[in-house]
């Protein structure tokens, strides 16, 4: 790190989300993590972009240092308030905006509240585009979010079928792993119960924001792993066509995107 990240906070409802700030450049970037990980992450991005843009990297609810009252919901309409609240006390009117799995889902609502103000937006193994069936299944039929909210409070059962789905091979190594990695601690179930309701707020109408980044002629940059299970990569190539100004780099990596090895394709994909 050439500049020390600062950490910061802002209140939002009866909770404060955090934030951290690193990078010397005259752009501002606002960046959004995966599941499961946090503001810092991004930090080791900070060779490609830090002398190029001011990053803004927040904490989603329940993750890293962000303080939420698990009583409190979220929002687009309160979620995008509260980032509206950040500029102003910032004094920041144009920005781009990063997203990584599926922080790209709040990179793209920011993107449609504020079309005009966005000077770029980079989507990495970016959710949203193109939602998982899994999500779909647990958060939008009645009996779905029953069953989802049972698998949350007493997972034994869904284990037992998961390790079944594995052997028979359904199931990825991957997706194996992830699951229950993520589900093996009551706050971890918490985590992704609250996640989950949460983003089921932040689908983007992706014709709507094709037309914004073509009538408003914002760059745009993707990024994708080859081997990706969770957001494959056809799904990038779908979403980029027509579009006028779009970097498409599909790259050979799953999808953990945010790492070392990502500075070389975006210094690359900046330099163009």
Known sequence: ?????????????????????????????FAFHGFGENADTFEVLEPSLGQRFTVYA?????????????????????????????????????????????????A?????????????IFLLAADGIKTHPVFNI???PAWGRFLFKKVMSNPRLFFAVLRLLFKLHIVSKFLFNFTQNHMDTPEKRQRIFFTWNTLKEFIPDVQVLKKILTDEAIPTYLFFGRYDEVTPPKTAVKFSKNLPDCYLQIIPHGHRLIAPFMNAYLEKALSL
């Open 1 to 29: 790190m050439s500049i020390q990240a600062e950490s910061r906070f802002l209140a939002c409802g009866h909770s404060a989300i955090h934030y951290l700030v690193f990078g010397c450049g005259k752009q501002v970037l």
């Open 58 to 106: 927040i904490d989603f609810p329940f993750h890293g240092k962000t303080q939420w009252d698990a009583n409190e919901p979220l929002n687009r309409k309160m979620f995008i308030a509260w980032f509206d609240r950040l500029l102003k006390a910032n004094n920041i009117e144009k920005f781009s905006v990063l997203g990584y799995s599926m922080g790209a889902r709040l």
């Open 108 to 120: 793209m609502s920011i993107l449609m509240a504020f079309p005009d103000r966005v000077r770029s």
């Open 138 to 140: 647990a958060m939008y």
